[in-house]
Nanobody, 115 residues
Framework: QVQLVESGGGLVQAGGSLRLSCAASGSIFSPNVMGWYRQAPGKQRELVAIKGSGGSTNYADSVKGRFTISRDNAKNTVYLQMNSLKPEDTAVYYC?????????WGQGTQVTVSS
């Protein structure tokens, strides 16, 4: 069983910053992908940012230049630094990892950005 635990969500004003963290435990194999998705009310879950264990990254167009994903591979931990937050960033953010053909999800953490 792979477990993902997110932290760092909260309520911020537009223009503010948050840093999300996600620590994975269990059988995490290399190579793998870790990252973040989000889901706003009434919308489909969407990719925010992912980073492979080899260093590759992929960002949603809506967050490029504002969000930065990073990893500590030794700790199986992934971070999402979110700057210049906008109200449209409000969503539940889910940590994700893909390894050995399976995708795992955390419970999610709420990010709310007030206007």
């Amino acid at each position: 069983q792979v477990q993902l635990v997110e932290s760092g969500g909260g309520l911020v004003q537009a223009g503010g910053s948050l840093r999300l963290s996600c620590a994975a435990s269990g059988s995490i194999f290399s190579p793998n992908v870790m990252g973040w998705y989000r889901q706003a009310p009434g919308k489909q879950r969407e990719l925010v940012a992912i980073k492979g264990s080899g260093g590759s990254t992929n960002y949603a167009d809506s967050v490029k230049g504002r969000f930065t994903i990073s990893r500590d591979n030794a700790k199986n931990t992934v971070y999402l630094q979110m700057n210049s937050l906008k109200p449209e960033d409000t969503a539940v953010y889910y940590c994700n990892t893909f390894t050995r053909g399976y995708t795992y999800w955390g419970q999610g953490t709420q990010v709310t950005v007030s206007s």
